[in-house]
């Protein structure tokens, strides 16, 4: 009886932590196995399972509590998406009545199947006792398993959402990393400590860096340290989420258990430490030949999903390597400049003045779908007709890393061959390199002037800009910082400022650049510098975080009307650019509303990186929309409307946007097809056009020694 109550138990504890998927219920089937033969291999004493001593008592209602708590969402969702929920609704059973039945039932036998499984483990533990080694790699093991399932509860992710395969290399990841600190050290509390305690770390940051930015922690993210900090203060960490919470119990819990009786002192002597590096030596090289031909993923929690978080973060750093593409030579790139640098006519040069503002946040949140408000939300931008090129364009990031739509608008590159959520102003822009500020310099002697009203220290920015050409960068002591909007100097003051600029600028042309701030994350502030104008109409939840970013947009929309009545009047010829980086990242539950929860395909996915822009002239222009490019094509079409003859970077880019019309990150817009696809269902045209411009960016990013002056001349 007491082992069929236990392999009852133990099937009720799988289907507690796994998703309900075919791979699931096979790797589900095997862990089941396993489990019950661990379960009766030797049964546990009957006093223990019935936890007559208090202290035992009181740890196990605890424990039902905590995971009665964790459950109960899960089953929700499990129950009222499936048929379940239609079979007991034949029979009368209200749907909540059942599944917090299920929920109580379910929980309970779940935490009976732990405690029978740790009794088992405690079993072997003793049985270790006289080899005090093997007890002490046993434990490594045991703080190696839990660590894996701690980071997948941190992100709240099915714990063998992975399969059984990619959760063992989870496993033998943190195993061999506690080994190697065991190694180097001899002490075995300081490694499991260390080990363990760098990737729940590092799943901590993840779980909350997805509720700021809708995206997981990954290698990269580390370079960005130094400007997350700048803006940390202005997030909440608290409430604390409850993974992170039922995570930190469980790894605390975990560590008692091993500590208090089940690790020992025991010295390493040289052959144990040689045989030790051995098995951490295969164990690292093993690690790396599954990891480097391991699909990664960059969408929202896939990566948890899919591989397993912990699996999934090492496999990401082979990305922050980025290879020769195939085919690459000098002699190709040699080619491509001769037939794009032929000499445009010295007649055509025209020289306006230019102003940029990418402004922070900006979107148009109705390309997700129907947005209802009280009022009009940008009602000045929206009526830019006259003069005006407008539409959308495709950003490779979304939520965050604004630095990355720099780069692609001021470089023509795209982050396609990057690391989705690396920061070229951080890794690779670190000498002279070629942008838009370089050609309108050194071509037609602008004045190049960068400006962004708050810290200097964000992605390098500094740097970054002197070396795309920049004669003066303006941060946050650059400015009045007299209006406010919330924490941040508003695009009101930025404008002001970029008039003052003007009016006090050289004889020569003026290009300047700037990124704003007043619409930065996270969007719950309350306080004296802030003012709601928007609020959503017909939703049966409020979103206090979609109302506050709107009416921030709507600010903009009155900061960007200020701007063009004052250009209008100015004898000079000046072309206005404005555009967004990223769309915000708010409620989830507000998106899945918006969209109908159409997530799943690529087309639906790229609307989240849908950003709107204009390009505006006080002189008569042809009026343009752009029903979707990208911002890697966006400085061609500001050449064409300035009347500036286009670089030959700028002729293989618009030339490319005529077979591929819009590009980021995540995949690219087939014409083929008419949808957007990812990079490796391209057709044989359109692998050749894509395969141009990864030689033309490698070229001009990596290969620094043989950068072909015709394409990208540098400043020096």
Request: aromatic residues 14%; contains cysteine.
């Amino acid at each position: 009886m007491l082992t069929l109550f236990a392999i009852i138990s133990f099937l009720s504890l799988l289907i507690l932590i796994t998703s309900p998927t075919i791979v699931d219920i096979i790797f589900t089937a095997i862990l089941f196995i396993l489990g019950v033969a661990l379960i009766v291999w030797k049964k546990p004493q009957k006093n223990n399972l019935l936890l007559t001593k208090p202290l035992r008592s009181l740890s196990f209602y605890s424990a039902i509590l905590i995971v009665g708590y964790f459950s109960l969402r899960f089953y929700n969702t499990w129950i009222c998406s499936s048929k379940i929920a239609s079979i007991i609704a034949k029979f009368g059973i209200p749907t909540n009545v059942f599944i917090l039945i299920a929920t109580v039932c379910l929980s309970v036998c779940a935490v009976y199947a732990t405690y029978a499984i740790i009794e088992q483990i405690k079993n072997i533990f003793t049985s270790l006792n006289e080899k005090p080694l093997a007890k002490n790699i046993f434990c490594c093991l045991i703080a190696s398993i839990a660590t894996v399932i701690i980071s997948q509860i941190m992100l709240d992710v099915a714990v063998l959402s992975m399969g059984l395969f990619n959760f063992i290399w989870g496993t033998i990841i943190v195993f061999v990393s506690i080994l190697i600190i065991y190694c180097l050290t001899g002490w075995i509390k300081l490694s499991i400590s260390l080990g363990t305690g760098l990737y729940i770390i590092i799943s901590t940051v993840s779980a909350y860096i997805y509720s700021f930015r809708g995206r997981l922690f990954e290698p990269v993210d580390i370079l960005s340290v130094g400007t997350a900090m700048n803006v940390a203060e202005n997030f909440s960490l608290f409430p604390i989420p409850t993974g992170i919470i039922i995570g930190m119990v469980i790894w605390i819990g975990a560590l008692s258990f091993l500590f208090i009786k089940h690790t020992k002192k025991y010295p390493l002597l040289i052959k144990r430490r040689a045989i030790l590096a051995l098995c951490c030596a295969v164990g690292v090289t093993s690690v790396f030949a599954y990891s480097v031909n391991l699909k990664t993923y960059h969408w929202q929690k896939e990566g948890a999903i899919y591989n397993g978080y912990i699996l999934d973060f090492v496999s990401k750093f082979k990305e922050m390597y980025i290879s020769e593409p195939d085919g690459y030579s000098v002699e190709n790139i040699e080619i491509f400049a001769d037939k794009y640098s032929k000499s445009a006519n010295e007649s055509d040069k025209k020289s306006p003045h230019i102003i940029v503002i990418m402004d922070e946040a900006f979107s148009d949140l109705s390309v997700l779908g129907e947005i209802s408000t009280n009022k009009d939300v940008t009602p000045f931008i929206s009526s830019l007709k006259e003069n005006t090129v407008s539409g959308y364009a495709l950003a490779s990031v979304y939520g965050g890393n604004t630095a990355n739509s720099e780069y692609e608008f001021l470089t023509g590159n795209s982050m396609a061959w990057l690391s989705p959520n690396g920061v070229p102003y951080q890794q690779y822009v670190r000498s002279p390199a070629y942008s838009m500020v370089s050609y309108l310099k050194s071509n037609f002697n602008y004045q190049c002037i960068a400006m962004h009203p708050y810290l200097a220290s964000g992605w390098n920015r500094p740097n970054a800009y002197s070396n795309l050409g920049f004669d003066k960068s303006l941060f946050i002591d650059d400015f009045p910082q007299k209006d406010y909007v919330r924490q941040y100097i508003s695009d009101k003051e930025m404008i002001d400022t970029i008039i003052n600029n003007y009016e006090n600028k050289s004889k020569d042309p003026l290009f300047l650049f700037s990124v704003s701030m007043q619409n930065h994350s996270s969007y719950q502030y309350s306080g004296n510098n802030y003012k709601q104008s928007i609020s959503l109409v017909g939703y049966d939840k409020s979103y206090p975080d979609v109302e506050q970013y709107l009416s921030l947009i709507h600010e903009t929309d009155k900061a960007v009307e200020h701007l063009i009545s004052y250009f209008e009047s100015v004898d000079e010829e000046v072309v206005i650019v404005f555009f967004g980086d990223h769309q915000p990242k708010l409620d989830d539950t507000f998106y899945n509303t918006v969209n109908k929860g159409a997530s799943s395909g690529l087309d639906d996915q790229q609307s989240k990186y849908k950003i709107p822009f204009f390009i505006w002239t006080n002189y008569d222009i042809d009026e343009k929309y752009v029903e979707c490019t990208s911002l890697n094509y966006l400085s061609s079409y500001v050449y064409e409307v300035a009347g500036i003859p286009l670089p030959p970077y700028n002729k293989f880019l618009s030339e490319l946007e005529e077979k591929i019309p819009s590009i980021n990150a995540h995949g690219f817009y087939s014409l083929e097809s008419k949808s957007f696809l990812p990079f490796n269902e391209a057709s044989k045209n359109e692998k050749e056009w894509l395969l141009k411009y990864e030689q033309l960016q490698y070229n001009s990013l990596f290969d620094l020694e043989n950068r072909n002056k015709k394409l990208f001349p540098t400043l020096k």
